[in-house]
């Protein structure tokens, strides 16, 4: 069965420091997506940056960069120059095919605290 | 367009009561999801639909679960009777159908079960 893990419960970062969020996803598809979602204090989610499985480059949004190494299965997204802003929780998500479909999983989350 | 839209926001209901959440998902969008989110168990797929066809609700939790979606513009999940263990935030969520491209997500509802 497909699975997502992100370790880290909680992180800090010092404002305008860089910060990586760990990921890793296990499938045996070999096609399928990988998704950054933000949710702050008021609870909507947020898309912040996709990856394909295919993609020969890593993914860049921005300040968001994904650190994609498909033979380790992992995922990490990079955020650079953190903002007070950017304090949040952060969902690592997979999407792949499923019987009749698409199917897409998340992670436990990670917290990001950025400290002024 | 205005996003995924859900109603009501908020829910508060006794024990036992059926409780209805409505989801509209983005047109021309394919698939929709229902998610919970709850602190011990974090997000939860529970169904999703393709075409207005439920292809996986292996996530529904038990008989007391139920969804629909009568029409591509319209989805309902329904639990009847409800629990206190209920209590969580419901996400609606549509996308285009490939593996591609990102869930856009509605604002949630937040329900309580007293």
């Known amino acids: 069965a497909q699975k997502i893990t992100q370790t880290q419960p909680g992180m800090f970062v010092q404002e305008k420091e860089a910060v990586t969020l760990d990921c890793t996803y296990d499938t045996s598809d070999p096609s399928y997506g990988l998704f950054w979602y933000k949710q702050p204090s008021s609870g909507e989610m947020i898309f912040l940056i996709y990856?394909?499985?295919?993609?020969?480059q890593n993914a860049t949004e921005g300040r968001y960069s994904l650190n994609f190494q498909k033979a380790r299965k992992s995922a990490n997204l990079v955020i650079s120059a953190s903002q007070l802003g950017d304090s949040a929780m952060y969902f690592c998500?997979?999407?792949?095919?499923?019987?009749?479909?698409?199917?897409?999983?998340f992670g436990a989350g990670t917290r990001l605290f950025v400290k002024a | 367009d205005a996003g995924v839209i859900q109603s009501p926001r908020h829910e508060v209901t006794e024990m036992g009561q059926e409780v209805t959440l409505r989801c509209k998902p983005i047109s021309g969008h394919d698939y929709l999801f229902w998610y919970r989110q709850t602190m011990m168990r974090g997000l939860e797929l529970l169904i999703y639909f393709n075409n207005n066809v439920p292809i996986d609700d292996s996530g529904m939790p038990e008989d007391r679960f139920s969804a629909k979606m009568p029409n591509a513009s319209f989805s309902t999940l329904k639990i009847q009777p409800s629990e206190p263990r209920d209590s969580a935030v419901y996400f609606c969520?549509?996308?285009?159908?490939?593996?591609?491209?990102?869930?856009?997500f509605g604002p949630g509802t937040r329900l309580t079960v007293t």
């Open positions: 969520a549509s996308s285009f159908p490939r593996e591609s491209y990102e869930q856009y």
């Open positions: 998500a997979m999407r792949e095919r499923n019987t009749g479909g698409f199917k897409t999983i």
């Open positions: 990856q394909g499985s295919y993609d020969q």
